[in-house]
């Protein structure tokens, strides 16, 4: 191994605790909703916007923790976000009705949203482009372990230590994501000073300059559709199970890991497949195994044949999100924690759409139906994508 890849493997391995606490935190709850929902006498279809609570404040913080990891250094605002979420977490526990969680889960959102993406910025900027979709599934193999544990742990904690317990579990992950991280941020992206001010006017400029770029508004609105169309399926699990009288909190979290799973898979794959298919080729595989997965979770007779369609949709999500984020650290290099902010930016708000348009097609249509839209619309967006790639190239 020479030292670039050495140098790779460390900033992957310290990088990869913070992102496993965050994503921990993000899906956490979704297997609780039901128990949550007794807990405070609530409807689960209130309750289920706790994921949407989280996901949008995650969005919405991103214009700003972009520009200032650019500017004060990614690692020290990372640095923040992990101690600010441990901190949410833990009051979280304590929360006395279903309104103080929501405002506490909106706290934990925006905490969070200064983790993950300023994670996948630093590794583009340390990362040659060459090495970087691989680089990129390795540390979406930490963010896995954060989802798969937050399903896992939440399913398998609960019956003892119940929700608020579980709670203060994923409060501790993420003090030590802030503790691993600790030491000097290696610097910026090119171009930008390190520990400069952060000018208003230039943040805006950027911006402005990012949007104007055509293949940066294909890769956002993809990855904006992207988001509702998998993530909003989640929260309605648990009680999705119960109501077809195939289960419950246990096999819900079992699903959520079986998702993650999915991703540990493709990221375990990533180097022979990248080697022998196109991007283009990922991209529609992808789009396609997502589809399949989640006409299974909609018209499963059993339980383990719902839990399982999980696996499917986490492969193919993975597939094509890595080929969109790889596009997104080259849309503009000068400024690569603005333009992956607004990536996460478009991301995290589909996932926060996701739940509020699932519950009402949940209502209107049924489950099923619902899914059906949400499987052709994957598919479809595998397609344009890989349509789009094709014409690049051309």
């Not at 979704?30 to 949407?52: H, S, Y």
């Not at 979280?92 to 993406?117: E, H, Q, Y």
């Not at 290099?333 to 990536?343: E, F």
């Amino acid at each position: 191994m020479d030292d670039a890849a050495r140098a790779t493997r460390r900033l992957l391995l310290v990088l990869g605790v913070g992102a496993a606490s965050s994503t921990l935190a993000s899906r956490l709850l979704d297997p609780l909703v039901g128990e949550i929902a007794a807990d405070f006498a609530a409807d689960a279809g209130m309750v289920a916007l706790l994921a949407t609570a989280f996901s949008l404040p995650y969005a919405l913080v991103q214009p700003v923790l972009g520009p200032a990891g650019d500017a004060l250094g990614k690692r020290r605002v990372i640095r923040a976000g992990c101690i600010l979420l441990a901190i949410t977490l833990a009051a979280s526990a304590f929360a006395p009705d279903l309104p103080s969680l929501m405002v506490l889960r909106i706290l934990a959102g925006a905490a969070a949203g200064g983790i993950f993406p300023l994670a996948i910025a630093m590794v583009g900027d340390q990362v040659p482009l060459a090495r970087r979709q691989l680089a990129l599934s390795r540390l979406l193999v930490a963010g896995l372990t954060g989802s798969a544990s937050g399903g896992a742990l939440a399913a398998l904690l609960a019956p003892f230590i119940g929700w608020r317990g579980v709670l203060l579990v994923a409060a501790g992950v993420a003090l030590a994501g802030w503790w691993v991280l600790r030491g000097r941020d290696p610097g910026a992206s090119p171009g930008v000073p390190l520990g400069r001010r952060i000018d208003v006017i230039d943040v805006l400029r950027r911006y402005r300059q990012i949007l104007g770029l055509a293949r940066a508004r294909a890769l956002y609105g993809a990855v904006f559709v992207e988001g509702m169309l998998v993530f909003g399926m989640f929260p309605f699990l648990a009680p999705t199970l119960s109501e077809r009288g195939l289960g419950g909190v246990a096999e819900a979290g079992m699903a959520v890991a079986l998702f993650a799973l999915g991703g540990f898979l493709f990221a375990a794959v990533a180097a022979p497949l990248l080697r022998h298919l196109s991007q283009r080729r990922v991209m529609q595989a992808g789009g396609a195994l997502a589809a399949l997965g989640l006409l299974g979770v909609g018209f499963a007779p059993a339980a383990p044949l719902l839990i399982g369609a999980c696996l499917p949709i986490g492969f193919g999500f993975y597939m094509l999100h890595t080929s969109i984020q790889t596009g997104v650290t080259e849309v503009a290099p000068a400024a690569r924690g603005s333009a992956v902010a607004l990536h996460a930016f478009s991301f995290f708000l589909g996932q926060a759409l996701g739940p509020v348009v699932v519950a009402l097609g949940r209502a209107g249509l049924g489950m099923g139906a619902t899914l059906v839209l949400a499987a052709m619309g994957v598919l479809l967006l595998g397609l344009v994508l890989a349509g789009r790639r094709r014409a690049q190239k051309d």
